[in-house]
């Protein structure tokens, strides 16, 4: 009896497991899960920079109103603005993106080379056909700075902007205005998290030294053959240095992608 018992279950062992091998059988095979997406990140300005720029300046007209040693009134002429010189130095910034809108604030200090000699002609007052050759060398400040507001419109990887504020040197102040545009580029140069590259245009009106009877020397005029003489910028003439700069801007971001 034991014996046909334990046959019996034996067999019914058997035929529960062929039964699960079949119903395993029948069954689709499973494929592996798909590996996760990763979605790349998305670009924003938001975040600090600095960086550095480079560029060039020219003054806002070819003539200026002078006097000679106090003495003898009349205009410098300078051919074809080309008192401009080099200019170069560094910012530091911070932006912030709101949707496609972009706001911030930067300062920079500019090195600008306004020491040399210019060729210029001096006209003495009344007499027209009179010119007088020489080299004008001014006494402009060899920096300048500026702290402005930035505004503007990010399209992804491209920022249109506009900017103002505050200009000085080593002793005036004034005012700035002007704009441009940036590009992010595919890179993060020295650990930052972007690095961006623009082309920038300044107007820059910084106010002379005074307002007494008169605004203070503003260089020397060198006849041709002849010796330096002092120039005189008279009170009644607009007592604003203005002039224009163009210059290319490389920042390094660092923070939020």
Not at 5 to 21: D, H
Not at 128 to 147: A, E, K, Q, R, Y
Request: one cysteine or more; aromatic letters at 14%.
């Amino acid at each position: 009896m034991r014996k046909c018992v334990i046959s019996l279950l034996a067999g019914v062992a058997g035929v529960t497991l062929a039964a699960a091998a079949a119903s395993a059988a029948d069954l689709p095979s499973q494929a592996p899960p798909p590996a996760p997406i990763i979605a790349a990140p998305i670009f924003t300005w938001t975040g600090f920079y600095a960086g550095v720029n480079a560029g060039w300046g020219w003054r806002d007209s070819n003539r200026q109103t002078v006097i000679l040693d106090g003495a003898v009134p009349g205009t410098l002429f300078f051919p074809d603005n080309g008192d401009g010189g080099f200019t170069g130095g560094g910012q530091i910034g911070y932006n912030y993106q709101i949707g496609s809108f972009v706001i911030g604030v930067e300062t920079d200090i500019q090195w600008a080379d306004t020491n040399q000699d210019e060729t210029v002609a001096f006209i003495p007052l009344g007499t027209p056909g009179t010119f007088v050759p020489g080299t004008f060398d001014n006494n402009l400040s060899d920096w300048f700075g500026t702290l402005r507001a930035r505004a503007g419109v990010a399209f992804d990887r491209v920022l249109i902007y506009a900017t103002g504020g505050l200009a000085y040197t080593d002793n005036n102040t004034g005012w700035v205005a002007g704009g441009g545009v940036e590009w992010a580029l595919p890179v993060n140069w020295f650990g930052s998290s972007a690095v961006t590259f623009g082309l920038e245009g300044l107007w820059i009106s910084v106010d002379s030294d005074d307002d007494n009877l008169f605004n203070g020397t503003v260089g020397t005029f060198t006849p041709v053959g002849g010796d330096p003489i002092a120039l005189i910028a008279p009170a009644t003439q607009n007592n604003e240095n203005e002039f224009f700069v163009a210059r290319a801007k490389l920042n390094f971001k660092f923070g939020t992608y």
